[in-house]
């Protein structure tokens, strides 16, 4: 049971290149999300989906995409890397409203730097 | 607005002692309430979750206290080793009504010194 999975770990972009996140699960969870961490600011929500071709903004969607077209996968999209969005990323999954089963599940992240 | 406030940011105990970091929250609409641990170059792990209908929960040397007069949770590590020393993240969620979308406190820096 890998539980959520992402790719690459590391990825260094020119200002302007654009790139993909890859976020897969294999638990079945209906809910998805990215966060980005930086220091001080803790974990803010990107963009969540509850279910295959559902998505919606979160806190600080600005200049990412995402899409939702089966369970499994959620990528995100960089669609003009800036520095500010120099970060380490988080893809989490749950399966909601089942009580004490609410937990987010977390991948490692994705540790992003723009020049 | 910062709906779950975290203090303190950053925390150094030595070993053995308790380690204790709060969170409160503005939203009554929250049931909701875990709290996540990060190790470095790791996601967050959920270390134990609490609702509202009790006022305290232990597991192992982790205990959350629940005050929800005053809408402030807290998390005691006892006895705490250097393998606590990690990041802890509180969070708040409505448990039903189609909004399960956590908000996360900023993160505690937990260091114990051996």
């Known amino acids: 049971n890998a539980g959520v999975t992402q790719t690459p770990k590391f990825q260094v972009l020119k200002t302007g290149q654009s790139m993909t996140l890859q976020c897969a699960q294999d638990?079945?969870?209906?809910?998805m999300s990215w966060y980005r961490q930086d220091p001080g600011m803790g974990l803010r929500l990107i963009h969540y989906s509850v279910g295959a071709g559902i998505t919606d903004q979160g806190e600080v969607p600005n200049g990412y995409n995402v899409s939702r077209s089966t369970t499994e996968d959620f990528p995100l999209r960089l669609l003009s890397a800036a520095p500010s969005q120099t970060s380490v990323y988080f893809c989490a999954s749950s399966r909601p409203n089942r009580g004490d089963n609410s937990p987010l599940h977390f991948g490692n992240g994705t540790r992003l730097t723009v020049t | 607005q910062q709906q779950v406030k975290q203090s303190p940011q950053s925390l150094i105990v030595q070993k053995g002692g308790i380690s204790i970091i709060n969170c409160a929250y503005e939203?009554?609409?929250?049931?909701?309430f875990p709290w996540y641990q990060q190790f470095p170059g790791k996601g967050p792990a959920l270390l134990i979750a609490i609702r509202p209908d009790v006022s305290e929960k232990k597991e192992g040397r982790f205990t959350i206290s629940f005050n929800k007069s005053a809408k402030q949770f807290s998390l005691h590590i006892m006895d705490s080793q250097p393998g606590d020393s990690a990041t802890y993240f509180c969070a708040a969620s409505p448990a039903s009504g189609g909004s399960y979308i956590p908000t996360f406190g900023r993160g505690t820096s937990l260091i114990v010194h051996p």
């Open positions: 638990m079945n969870h209906e809910y």
């Open positions: 939203n009554t609409a929250f049931d909701y």
